[in-house]
């Protein structure tokens, strides 16, 4: 039976249990299970039947109304469905649940581990980040978000193992994202001219079958990357988001392509020529650009006036540009009103004196972390973007119609071309 009715989100535990005691009761249970299976693994079969329950028993809601569809089940929960469920990591999906205070909401994710619906309830809510809100509690999009930039680089013979070990201190670290430097799979070839066959891979190789294993096998989401030659012949340098069943679901090209020594990369790949867009990464809006891309702040502006919360900045700089990098990276946080985090390769490479820290910086330019330790771990809360955009300078208006038109009025520059003056188009 399907039954309509308003609810409002409560404030204390207290009134939760009044108004909704059997689902109090199935949170509390998955609570107490959650905090006996931390490590990642085959989710405990006292969890299952009580996931399921809340699916069965739970609400879904329109947050724009509050109007949520109650669903009963017609039958007791299937038990046995509940074998089929993939591997499930409580401290990733669901989330350890603290004892609400008052004015505050419980945050929790449900994975995509909870496709599964048992006979005859095909109406239940189910599937990766689906919200579902009930008295007290919202379930779907987490408020915070622990991820970590791992500088180190995985291309030698050891490269798997030694990546599997780095994400394991991730996770290990409270992590369930890890972020990985610019090609941190793939030598540095930029540091000569000589383009080399073997340094590009097709979508599926074995650079991202590798990182696709590593992220399965620890339970964590991936930010890596490759060199990535499409079916066209044509290679870019490609981020790969790889969520924690292994599944590359996500992908980014780098749009702004260096041409100087210790980084020829125009003679390695090509610009893309797509709009970067915002990604759902655990359940959080964020955009990436790679390297020089954030030296473009146009990019970062763009993401976050589309809704992107948090900008991830794989690069691979030197030690001694340090020093211009950094303003950027606060400048973009700020006037974007994310976060910005980018994660460095970390050492000089074929003569070229790479280096620097990973740096975090929250959404009102506070820098959160500023490391050259291998795994950098760093915390991102949402208030503080929402925040951010309440405040000046992230109210101000977005006049994307006017920018447009600017925009169409400049005629596209290549690398190291010069900026070409019209005084006639200010005038119109």
Not at 15 to 28: G, N, V
Not at 159 to 188: I, S
Not at 417 to 422: D, E, H, V, Y
Request: charged fraction near 20%; include cysteine; aromatic fraction near 4%.
């Amino acid at each position: 039976m399907i039954e309509q009715r308003r609810l409002s989100l409560v404030a204390s535990r207290e009134e939760h249990r009044r108004l909704c005691p059997e689902i109090t009761q199935l949170l509390d249970e998955i609570g107490t299970t959650s905090q006996q299976t931390r490590s990642h693994g085959t989710i405990t079969k006292v969890v299952r039947p009580a996931l399921l329950a809340l699916h069965h028993h739970g609400t879904r809601c329109h947050t724009s109304t509050l109007t949520c569809t109650t669903i009963r089940p017609t039958s007791d929960i299937d038990t046995k469905a509940a074998s089929g469920i993939r591997d499930f990591h409580p401290h990733r999906d669901v989330g350890l649940l603290p004892q609400p205070t008052s004015g505050q909401t419980l945050q929790f994710t449900m994975g995509s581990g909870f496709c599964h619906v048992p006979q005859g309830t095909s109406d239940l809510i189910a599937g990766l980040h689906q919200k579902i809100q009930v008295p007290g509690y919202t379930l779907g999009m987490p408020e915070t978000l622990t991820i970590a930039l791992i500088s180190d680089t995985f291309y030698t013979d050891d490269a798997a193992d030694r990546l599997k070990e780095r994400l394991q201190q991730a996770r290990e670290g409270g992590a369930t994202v890890a972020v990985l430097p610019e090609l941190g799979c793939n030598r540095w070839c930029p540091a000569t001219k000589d383009a080399i066959d073997s340094d590009a891979e097709p979508p599926n190789g074995p650079r991202a079958v590798m990182q696709a294993k590593a992220a399965a096998e620890v339970g964590i989401t991936l930010v890596g990357g490759s060199l990535i030659r499409g079916d066209d012949g044509i290679r870019r340098n490609t981020a790969l988001v790889f969520n924690e069943q292994g599944e590359c679901c996500h992908h980014y090209s780098k749009i702004h392509i260096p041409d100087e020594p210790g980084f020829w990369e125009a003679d390695h790949y090509d610009a893309d020529d797509q709009i970067p867009r915002p990604l759902d990464i655990a359940g959080v809006p964020m955009g990436i650009q790679i390297c020089s891309d954030i030296n473009r702040p146009t990019g970062t502006l763009l993401l976050a006036a589309q809704g992107a919360e948090v900008i991830l900045g794989p690069r691979s700089t030197e030690q001694a540009t340090y020093q211009k990098w950094h303003p950027v990276f606060r400048a973009n946080a700020l006037t974007g009103a994310c976060y910005v985090l980018s994660v460095n390769r970390p050492v000089p490479e074929d003569g070229v004196l790479i280096g620097g820290p990973s740096i975090a910086v929250a959404p009102d330019g506070e820098v959160l972390l500023e490391t050259t330790d291998p795994v950098g771990i760093v915390s991102i809360d949402r208030e503080r973007v929402h925040q951010a955009r309440r405040d000046y300078p992230g109210y101000l208006a977005i006049p994307s119609d006017l920018y447009a038109r600017a925009w169409s009025t400049i005629a596209p520059r290549p690398a190291h071309g010069p900026i070409s003056t019209n005084a006639d188009a200010s005038n119109h």
